[in-house]
């Protein structure tokens, strides 16, 4: 039972993205009447819970760097927080993304318990807001006069075109559907991710990870917010901003989907470094911002008539109220959940700086006037690691991203490297032989921090070594990070260490 109530905030957030969300796959055909309201929401539940569940990854691993919520009642109320804030929007007829709501909530998780935001993680998140309506907004205009000019070629008859229309927009739909649950899946569920409690299933010799049946929870949470409460949002999308004729309408949700897929594609990314090309950088975006970019130039493409300014406006106002509204909220309702309810939302993490914190450090890199600076912290020890970084910046006069990079050394990750782990759980099919077999030289040693096993696997075989930070290296050395923050949380110890 206390399962079910603290996941329920992840649950009822699927169900408001699902409400909202589905606007920015089927909104405009639904508003150009080229599709039913029920055809689109059934056909977008469907394929919103197979990209959820089979390609459920999203935007977890970017979003744990923002903050990683340690406990199972800071998960529940980061997620009531982002979930109130969308549905608001919602009842507004407003289309903001649900990763806008989870990001604010996290960093007002930070403010909380005075953790540390990864500034780079944020900035690159940020960005993707502007980058991405502006990139949707090109596609549009690019595919709009392709597909003009070939309709116009074709000479179909009106029926002929009416129905490649109507199916068109539902293959669009489908495949951008799918693209919704994939990357979006973790802004509903991710927070869960380090907390959850499932274990592994296996059912007729097929393993169903703890994960992946999270995000099977939340991905039918979000059907249930496609078919219940998603026509508000679809109207306004689909005819609010702008009228749309069908064609135009199909051209939205493609380049819509076709911006999703840019942003979370590997292979893609590969294919661009191997040609010689920038490498689009893998962080998940908003489909909401997409559809609305992607509307947009269309609109501009026919010299800006008819676009509804003001409704433009109020979505624009949406889009930067939702993380302010979602930080604030969550930081009220964690002091509530924390002195009302005395419901411990976040487990004490202790940081301290010794010695062996400073020759790595010096390993790395760091300056030696800087680190000779932070002599007077030697051996001092406590759980605030905002604290610790204002210490360091002051001393130092280093930038807020090396500052972190000193908090996050001196973190104490007690890890145990237990035998039956690697025997049982571990996956012998992800990591490569050679990194199965320097597991398994250290099994039973004990380590305080995560970064001295990293040291230790590394000096074993090349294999568990970061590549140059080159694009080409990109795709290993991100798999690598996740490889190790895997087995980080496989070996951590229950009960870290706490500060005197």
């Not at 976040?346 to 760091?366: C, H, K, N």
């Not at 972190?404 to 973190?411: D, I, P, W």
């Amino acid at each position: 039972m206390e399962l079910v109530l603290f996941l329920s905030s992840g649950l009822f957030l699927g169900w408001s993205l699902g409400a909202n969300d589905a606007a920015n796959v089927f909104g405009t055909a639904v508003g150009a009447r080229m599709v039913r309201f029920r055809t689109a929401a059934a056909v977008c539940a469907v394929f919103v819970a197979l990209g959820a569940t089979i390609s459920g990854a999203g935007a977890a691993h970017t979003l744990g760097r923002l903050g990683e919520v340690n406990a199972l009642p800071g998960a529940f109320t980061v997620a009531l927080a982002a979930a109130l804030t969308t549905f608001w929007m919602t009842r507004l007829r407003l289309p903001v993304s649900t990763s806008q709501s989870i990001v604010g909530a996290i960093i007002g998780w930070n403010v909380y318990t005075a953790s540390v935001t990864d500034t780079r993680a944020l900035a690159r998140i940020v960005g993707t807001w502007v980058v991405c309506p502006v990139l949707a907004g090109v596609l549009a205009v690019l595919l709009f006069l392709v597909i003009r000019a070939a309709v116009a070629r074709s000479r179909l008859h009106l029926l002929r075109l009416d129905a490649l229309t109507r199916l068109g927009l539902l293959l669009v739909g489908a495949f951008g559907s799918y693209s919704l649950g994939a990357n979006n899946i973790a802004n509903v569920m991710g927070v869960f991710v380090p907390v959850q409690p499932f274990s592994d299933l296996t059912l007729a010799g097929v393993t169903v990870t703890g994960t992946q049946q999270l995000f099977l929870l939340g991905a039918l949470a979000i059907g249930a917010g496609v078919l219940t409460y998603s026509d508000r949002v679809m109207r306004t999308v689909g005819g609010g901003l702008l009228r749309l004729s069908p064609e135009a309408a199909l051209v939205v949700v493609l380049a819509q989907s076709l911006t999703l897929f840019l942003f979370a594609s590997e292979s893609l990314q590969r294919g661009l470094v191997a040609l010689g090309l920038p490498a689009i950088p893998l962080v998940p975006v908003s489909s909401s911002q997409a559809v609305v970019g992607a509307i947009l130039g269309i609109g501009l493409l026919k010299g800006g008539r008819g676009i509804r300014f003001n409704v433009l406006g109020g979505i624009a106002g949406g889009w930067v109220a939702t993380p302010v509204a979602a930080g604030v909220l969550a930081l009220l309702l964690l002091f509530v959940m924390d002195n009302v309810f005395d419901l411990r939302v976040s487990r004490t993490v202790t940081y301290r700086v010794d010695a062996a914190v400073l020759a790595e450090l010096q390993r790395r890199g760091l300056p030696a006037d800087g680190l000779a600076a932070l002599d007077p912290l030697l051996g001092t020890s406590g759980t605030n690691a905002q604290r610790l970084k204002t210490q360091v910046k002051e001393r130092t006069g280093w930038s807020d991203d090396r500052a972190a990079e000193v908090v996050q050394t001196a973190q104490l990750v007690p890890l145990h490297v237990d035998p039956a782990i690697i025997a049982s759980t571990v996956d012998r099919h992800w990591l490569t032989v050679n990194q199965l077999m320097a597991l398994r030289d250290l099994r039973s040693r004990t380590y305080e921090h995560a970064w001295e096993f990293h040291r230790d696997l590394a000096a074993i075989t090349p294999d568990w070594r970061p590549r140059p930070d080159l694009p080409g290296q990109q795709p290993w050395n991100r798999e690598l990070e996740r490889k190790l923050e895997y087995l980080d949380h496989l070996f951590a110890l229950n009960d870290p260490p706490e500060a005197p």
